[in-house]
């Protein structure tokens, strides 16, 4: 229940050498303005050299006033600090929101650098469901880059992630750069080749996405891709526990 009348973050890094974010359950912020502010679940502007963010959940933000077209962000990295990396790995976004005039939303959001090592971006066994509510030039985007140039900054060795942003069109996209969109998995995977081959795109039955707090855990009882559908992260760190333990 944050709110802020400008940007509202849940976690806010800039600092550091190598930093671990991890285990935390991030819901219900919201920013009031009607333009120019943004509400992330997590965000790296800068810095740090390396950055892991892995086993969060993360759900349930909100930008109702605003008319900005990428107004609401699970994870946002606008950072492209020179020789820094960011990993993110087991993370859970969830986002429902609605907003007015050109909105738009991103699970997540990453700036666009031609140096290939400026806030490098590895991207693994993530699960991203975005159903918002798009409105006028405002897209639902599951992974949105801020620019079309190149993919330099987005490293090969993204992959088995699950991105959904509602029924396939022009407003509801797995991939948008901001020029190019992608409705389909199957025409992203040719954009992004040889990265995500083994990504996918469902709905995820989450055991609880009707009702907030939403449970992001995802329901056993029902056949998913999901379901026993990442790999292990042993390299650049390993992680042996999920967010349960």
Known sequence: NN??????????VTDGVNNYIYGNKIYDNRTTSSSGSVTSGILIPSGPVNTYIYNNFIS??????SSDVNAVRGINITSTTANTNIGL?????????????????SGIHHTYSSTATSATLDMR?????????????????????????????YS??????????????????????????????????????PREG????????????????????V?????????SGGQII??????VDDIDG
């Open 60 to 65: 349930d933000l909100k930008a109702p006033n």
């Open 219 to 227: 329901q056993t009882t029902v056949p998913t891709q999901t379901e």
């Open 89 to 105: 790995y087991y993370n859970t976004i969830f986002l429902n929101t609605a907003g007015t005039g050109n909105f738009g939303t």
């Open 3 to 12: 709110a802020s009348a400008g940007p509202m973050n849940g976690i806010h």
């Open 156 to 193: 090969t060795l993204s992959n088995n992630n699950c991105f959904y942003a509602g029924t396939p069109s022009t407003s509801n996209v797995i991939f948008f750069d901001g020029t190019n969109f992608d409705q389909t998995m199957e025409d992203f995977k040719i954009r992004v080749a």
């Open 125 to 153: 066994d993530n699960i991203v469901v975005n159903l918002s509510t798009p409105s006028g030039t405002g897209k639902t985007v599951a992974f949105r880059r801020s620019a079309a140039t190149n993919l330099n900054n």
């Open 234 to 239: 042993s390299a650049p760190i390993s992680i």
């Open 198 to 217: 083994g990504s996918v795109s469902e709905n995820v039955p989450f055991v609880n996405s009707t009702t907030a707090p939403y449970d992001l855990h």
